[in-house]
């Protein structure tokens, strides 16, 4: 992008901020315009944008977790922290925490699924009708096992619903739609969507094998096609000191997808298409039932330890005391560490598309990445820095699981007695029409929402609610594995309301960026089209910068750390003895 485009964009931003938000949002405090562009630092932009460019630069190789990409730009982003004038936070003084993890490549020889019914077997095709998943316990299975239809595998008796009902799975093959009940509220169907979840309630379940059928929709979302084009892209899983996977389930010998347009061979003989029982799934008028015959799963899979490495910056709390209580210093404050946090890794190199081989993710995420730095140079630059110490983190493995933020939030190189109290992420933002608001996803759980609201006042920035919540986003992105270690978090997400022209009138004013997003998510999400080349908004992502900044300020400010609301979903089930507000 140009300056001067660039800089029409800050300017027309700081316009958009003094406009009332639309219908079914918050109404912002109307800022005078020469204040909130006094505010805007137009070089900000700028810098954003050469970060950007340098990490979705095909030198790094789609930044692929253990890849020489990878390694490239965590030593650039080490080097931006230090530029920032941060403190190495990592392990021994260093910029870098170790990931140990464990690397597994599907291979083609051995692969098999088959349904046998009637002492018939019918072969699906590898990759066109079905896929292996990775297996981390073992490198080669083979199972052939009665199954059973469980619907969406969701067991949630608080809700009253249970997909199990009248079955035993016990040695058993689970055949599994995706998804959770559309009658559960967001927090609910989000958590109850995880396969990680779904999984260990399997296991639990005593199931051995686990065959996921896509419907139609699911592929609509993400075609089967392209997902297999890249069949032989390697997976990850953290792994202990003794070798182990760590998040698996050896119980479950067998895992494979099965493509929408081969799912009826699966439920051949059950008087049902998979069309239908996928209707009642949908429709919650789904039983669970045995299926006849049995399913052939097999598979293998190269295994090899692999070392990667999340990029850890610190910034000291203003005053190491703390805070004063009575004359007395009270040094708790120093320990309350609020981490920011961007996935670094993207997909690699992959399955050339228009001749493009490189999956540069310039959205996913080099511009979260790039907008935490900004905020990093913000808040180390301040004239009053947090009260509270600060991390920064650019995190490995998202894409195979949230497995740097795992290790991470298990792991976090803190002082002795120091703990994590927020958690302020950023992940793809779909910054490709102006906007005038931002969307923080998650601030309703805590007490970060009213901080989040205060912040986004002062920059005269709108909030709006989450316009994908199909896509369960609060359980697919890092700060998932901080709320599952008990602590409070929001992900920061671009704007949905356009911003004014500059001749200061609002066209499609609720609808382009959204569908500019919705069309990024249709055709280059994960795709090389993923690149420099399309229309970044960087004066909205230095606005986003600034937010995430004003966010840090006011939490380490405040008396007290952030909180779980009381009764909250993911509070209590994830930190039942935490604090949280009455």
Same mark, same amino acid.
Not at 130 to 148: G, I, K, N, R, T
Not at 519 to 536: G, S
């Given at each position: 992008?140009?300056?001067?485009?660039?800089?029409?964009?800050?300017?027309?931003?700081?316009?958009?901020?003094?406009?009332?938000?639309?219908?079914?949002?918050?109404?912002?405090?109307?800022?005078?315009?020469?204040?909130?562009?006094?505010?805007?630092?137009?070089?900000?932009?700028?810098?954003?944008?050469?970060?950007?460019?340098?990490?979705?630069?095909?030198?790094?190789?789609?930044?692929?977790?253990?890849?020489?990409?990878?390694?490239?730009?965590?030593?650039?982003?080490?080097?931006?922290?230090?530029?920032?004038?941060?403190?190495?936070?990592?392990?021994?003084?260093?910029?870098?925490?170790?990931?140990?993890?464990?690397?597994?490549?599907?291979?083609?020889?051995?692969?098999?699924?088959?349904?046998?019914?009637?002492?018939?077997?019918?072969?699906?095709?590898?990759?066109?009708?079905?896929?292996?998943?990775?297996?981390?316990?073992?490198?080669?299975?083979?199972?052939?096992?009665?199954?059973?239809?469980?619907?969406?595998?969701?067991?949630?008796?608080?809700?009253?619903?249970?997909?199990?009902?009248?079955?035993?799975?016990?040695?058993?093959?689970?055949?599994?739609?995706?998804?959770?009940?559309?009658?559960?509220?967001?927090?609910?169907?989000?958590?109850?969507?995880?396969?990680?979840?779904?999984?260990?309630?399997?296991?639990?379940?005593?199931?051995?094998?686990?065959?996921?059928?896509?419907?139609?929709?699911?592929?609509?979302?993400?075609?089967?096609?392209?997902?297999?084009?890249?069949?032989?892209?390697?997976?990850?899983?953290?792994?202990?000191?003794?070798?182990?996977?760590?998040?698996?389930?050896?119980?479950?010998?067998?895992?494979?997808?099965?493509?929408?347009?081969?799912?009826?061979?699966?439920?051949?003989?059950?008087?049902?298409?998979?069309?239908?029982?996928?209707?009642?799934?949908?429709?919650?008028?789904?039983?669970?039932?045995?299926?006849?015959?049995?399913?052939?799963?097999?598979?293998?899979?190269?295994?090899?330890?692999?070392?990667?490495?999340?990029?850890?910056?610190?910034?000291?709390?203003?005053?190491?005391?703390?805070?004063?209580?009575?004359?007395?210093?009270?040094?708790?404050?120093?320990?309350?560490?609020?981490?920011?946090?961007?996935?670094?890794?993207?997909?690699?190199?992959?399955?050339?598309?228009?001749?493009?081989?490189?999956?540069?993710?310039?959205?996913?995420?080099?511009?979260?990445?790039?907008?935490?730095?900004?905020?990093?140079?913000?808040?180390?630059?301040?004239?009053?820095?947090?009260?509270?110490?600060?991390?920064?983190?650019?995190?490995?493995?998202?894409?195979?699981?949230?497995?740097?933020?795992?290790?991470?939030?298990?792991?976090?190189?803190?002082?002795?007695?120091?703990?994590?109290?927020?958690?302020?992420?950023?992940?793809?933002?779909?910054?490709?029409?102006?906007?005038?608001?931002?969307?923080?996803?998650?601030?309703?759980?805590?007490?970060?929402?009213?901080?989040?609201?205060?912040?986004?006042?002062?920059?005269?920035?709108?909030?709006?609610?989450?316009?994908?919540?199909?896509?369960?986003?609060?359980?697919?992105?890092?700060?998932?594995?901080?709320?599952?270690?008990?602590?409070?978090?929001?992900?920061?997400?671009?704007?949905?309301? #356009?911003?004014?022209?500059? %001749? &200061?009138?609002?066209?499609?004013?609720?609808? +382009? *960026?959204?569908? /500019? @997003? $919705? !069309?990024?998510?249709?055709?280059?999400?994960?795709?090389?089209?993923?690149?420099?080349?399309?229309?970044?908004?960087?004066?909205?992502?230095?606005?986003?910068?600034?937010?995430?900044?004003?966010?840090?300020?006011?939490?380490?400010?405040?008396?007290? #750390?952030?909180?779980?609301? %009381? &009764?909250?979903?993911?509070?209590?089930?994830? +930190? *039942?003895?935490? /604090? @949280? $507000? !009455?």
């Amino acid at each position: 992008m140009h300056l001067s485009r660039l800089f029409a964009a800050l300017a027309a931003m700081s316009v958009a901020c003094t406009l009332l938000l639309a219908t079914g949002c918050r109404r912002t405090p109307e800022p005078d315009p020469a204040i909130a562009l006094a505010r805007v630092d137009p070089v900000a932009a700028v810098r954003i944008e050469a970060d950007v460019r340098h990490l979705a630069d095909d030198a790094m190789e789609g930044r692929e977790t253990g890849t020489r990409g990878y390694r490239r730009a965590s030593a650039y982003v080490a080097e931006r922290f230090r530029q920032a004038g941060l403190q190495p936070g990592g392990d021994d003084g260093s910029w870098f925490q170790r990931v140990p993890l464990l690397r597994a490549t599907r291979e083609a020889d051995g692969a098999r699924l088959a349904i046998v019914r009637d002492g018939e077997a019918t072969d699906l095709a590898f990759r066109t009708q079905f896929l292996p998943a990775l297996q981390f316990d073992a490198p080669s299975h083979h199972l052939e096992a009665p199954a059973v239809f469980v619907g969406q595998a969701v067991h949630a008796p608080e809700l009253d619903h249970d997909d199990f009902e009248g079955v035993d799975l016990a040695g058993r093959i689970a055949v599994v739609f995706q998804g959770a009940p559309a009658r559960f509220d967001n927090d609910r169907r989000a958590f109850y969507s995880s396969r990680r979840e779904k999984l260990r309630t399997l296991a639990e379940q005593g199931a051995v094998g686990v065959l996921w059928v896509n419907s139609a929709d699911d592929e609509v979302r993400a075609p089967w096609a392209r997902g297999a084009a890249n069949w032989d892209k390697p997976g990850l899983r953290l792994r202990d000191a003794e070798g182990t996977p760590i998040g698996t389930w050896p119980g479950l010998q067998a895992v494979a997808s099965v493509s929408a347009a081969a799912a009826d061979t699966v439920f051949a003989g059950t008087g049902k298409t998979a069309a239908q029982l996928h209707a009642e799934v949908v429709a919650g008028q789904a039983r669970a039932f045995a299926l006849p015959g049995t399913i052939v799963m097999a598979g293998r899979t190269r295994i090899e330890p692999l070392d990667s490495r999340n990029v850890v910056a610190r910034l000291p709390a203003a005053d190491a005391c703390g805070r004063r209580q009575g004359g007395e210093c009270d040094a708790s404050r120093s320990l309350e560490h609020i981490v920011y946090t961007a996935h670094l890794d993207h997909v690699g190199i992959g399955a050339p598309v228009d001749g493009d081989a490189i999956y540069n993710g310039a959205l996913d995420n080099a511009l979260g990445v790039s907008i935490m730095l900004e905020a990093a140079r913000a808040l180390a630059g301040a004239d009053e820095p947090p009260q509270r110490p600060v991390l920064f983190v650019a995190l490995a493995a998202e894409e195979q699981g949230l497995l740097g933020a795992e290790w991470f939030a298990a792991h976090p190189p803190l002082p002795p007695g120091g703990r994590l109290v927020a958690n302020i992420n950023m992940d793809m933002p779909i910054l490709l029409a102006p906007s005038r608001d931002a969307v923080p996803i998650g601030i309703e759980h805590s007490t970060l929402q009213a901080t989040v609201e205060q912040a986004a006042d002062e920059l005269g920035l709108a909030l709006s609610p989450d316009p994908f919540p199909e896509e369960v986003v609060f359980v697919r992105s890092d700060q998932y594995a901080f709320i599952r270690a008990g602590v409070p978090a929001v992900y920061l997400d671009g704007g949905v309301l #356009a911003a004014p022209s500059s %001749a &200061g009138k609002v066209a499609d004013a609720t609808t +382009a *960026p959204h569908l /500019a @997003a $919705r !069309e990024f998510l249709r055709t280059c999400y994960h795709q090389p089209c993923d690149d420099v080349d399309q229309p970044i908004q960087y004066g909205d992502a230095a606005h986003l910068a600034r937010l995430n900044a004003r966010i840090g300020q006011l939490v380490g400010a405040a008396d007290e #750390a952030p909180e779980w609301n %009381a &009764g909250d979903f993911f509070g209590d089930r994830f +930190a *039942p003895s935490g /604090a @949280a $507000r !009455e």
